[in-house]
């Protein structure tokens, strides 16, 4: 029986990685695409969702982390650094400890979701809080791997877009050729530009007969790639996308520019919204910034936009176990029906008797 064997080792000739790197891997990847019967009846499209909390730390990141922290251990770092909003820290301290590296993470006080701050702890990471954003954080980060021996596995190193642009080969892999548009959330910017290169490569060797227009979709108080400057002071509260100048600012332009395809923003209100709908009509529960893509499909679909008789593929980034507090803000006081125990009191409260 053949178990998937994690990106590198499925994609490893597609990957430009040092040659002979042995593969740190959780195996990750090979994640499924839902269908979306709700998103489709009401776009006439074939709607799919690339459902990448279902990676082995909850988000896609763990794509380019086995590639970033397998070049790492290969060229032999003894340490690793990161800046993150959380998925990204969670995902470097699960691999680093796989390999036997030291982690070291930089987060923005007070803005990490829990449950990817007890993975980072859990997995042995030593966290810094910086009284900053992320862009801080990753300003510092450089900084330290430039003058102290760790090595930076954010994605301004182009291992982890290597890693990444697997989920691209993945769809078409299943589609059997390129969707017609694949919308994303946009934080960092490092996913759409490694989407777009998987796309580009695919298409290239002739894999695929297409390219998908790429639609990505920044948070309202966030979307300095929308307004065409960064954000000094990034607020929303998806904090994975709280990001103010990306590091892949230019290479997330050029996969729109040369896709036909655009950046637009959500209030956090429509991106919780469709949080809620994706739970609760496709069974898919994701974290906030995950569910941005959706929001942004709605929000176009609303305003006139036709996607009929398209295949639309719609990345959901992040599992929603990694922050329920989000989750659970605004959806109104939590049930709280406390009863007997007997059957009676049960029906009764349930409204069945
Ligand atoms: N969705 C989730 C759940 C994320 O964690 C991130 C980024 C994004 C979307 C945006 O992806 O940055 O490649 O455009 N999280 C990073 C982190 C910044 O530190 O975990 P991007």
Not at 74 to 97: I, K
């Amino acid at each position: 029986t053949h178990q998937w064997r994690g990106v590198i080792e499925e994609y490893r000739d597609l990957l430009d990685l040092p040659e002979g790197t042995p593969a740190v891997t959780l195996r990750e990847g090979g994640t499924p695409l839902v269908h979306s019967g709700w998103l489709s009846g009401l776009t006439g499209a074939e709607v799919h969702l690339k459902v990448e909390g279902d990676n082995p730390t909850g988000s896609f990141k763990d794509r380019g982390m086995t590639a970033a922290i397998s070049v790492a251990k290969h060229q032999g770092a003894e340490a690793v650094v990161c800046a993150s909003t959380g998925n990204t820290s969670a995902s470097m301290a699960a691999y680093a400890a796989k390999a036997g590296l030291k982690p070291l993470v930089l987060v923005p006080e007070g803005k990490i979701a829990a449950g990817k701050m007890a993975q980072a702890i859990l997995h042995g990471a030593q966290v810094i809080m910086v009284r900053g954003n992320f862009d801080d954080c990753l300003a510092i980060a450089q900084g330290l791997a430039k003058d102290y021996p760790v090595a930076l596995v954010n994605s301004v190193n182009p291992v982890r877009l290597e890693g990444q642009k697997t989920a691209a080969f993945e769809i078409v892999d299943f589609l059997g050729d390129a969707p017609d548009f694949h919308l994303l959330p946009v934080g960092n910017a490092g996913n759409i530009s490694a989407y777009w290169l998987g796309y580009r490569q695919y298409a290239e060797q002739g894999v695929a007969t297409r390219r998908p227009v790429m639609r990505g979709f920044q948070a309202e108080g966030a979307s300095p790639l929308v307004t065409g400057s960064p954000f000094p002071a990034p607020e929303t509260k998806a904090t994975a996308i709280r990001i103010g100048n990306p590091a892949s600012w230019h290479l997330a332009v050029a996969a729109a520019e040369e896709s036909g395809g655009r950046f637009a923003a959500v209030s956090d209100e429509q991106i919780l919204a469709a949080q809620r709908l994706l739970a609760t009509h496709d069974g898919v529960f994701v974290e906030p910034a995950s569910a941005a893509g959706v929001a942004g499909l709605l929000q176009e679909l609303e305003a006139g936009e036709s996607y009929a008789g398209a295949t639309v593929v719609v990345t959901v980034t992040g599992h929603g176990l990694k922050d329920t507090a989000t989750a659970l803000e605004g959806v109104g006081p939590l049930v709280d029906t406390v009863v007997d125990a007997d059957v009676s009191s049960a029906a009764q409260a349930a409204g069945l008797a």
